[in-house]
């Protein structure tokens, strides 16, 4: 009879063995039930959407840089810059890209 540790690492590499075979053999099983998966459906397009009617996504038509500096310059003075310095960037920031311009 062998001993107890040989006995063991046998039972071990036979369960390694078997859970091997049985995992290659049931992968092309669980791979098929992806297909139908409803998360493999999405609906939402993603990177694939496309703004509506080519418009370039801006809330307002482009503007004169000039104007839109003056503009958003309005709205981030609304918040005090020494209280609320990123709220105040934050606004100039968004007002700008809503205008087509750069910051």
Known sequence: MAPYNVKKENDMKRAL??????SLVM?????????????????????????PNGSLGYASEP??????????NDEA???SYRDYQTASLTVY?????QHGQTE
């Open 17 to 22: 063995i078997t859970a091997s075979i049985l």
């Open 27 to 51: 992968m092309p099983a669980f791979a098929a039930t992806n297909k139908h998966h409803s998360a493999a459906r999405s609906k939402n397009p993603g990177y694939a959407s496309e703004p």
């Open 63 to 72: 503007m004169d840089r000039s104007e839109a500096m003056r503009k958003c």
């Open 77 to 79: 003075n609304k918040w």
């Open 93 to 97: 920031r968004n007002c700008m890209v």
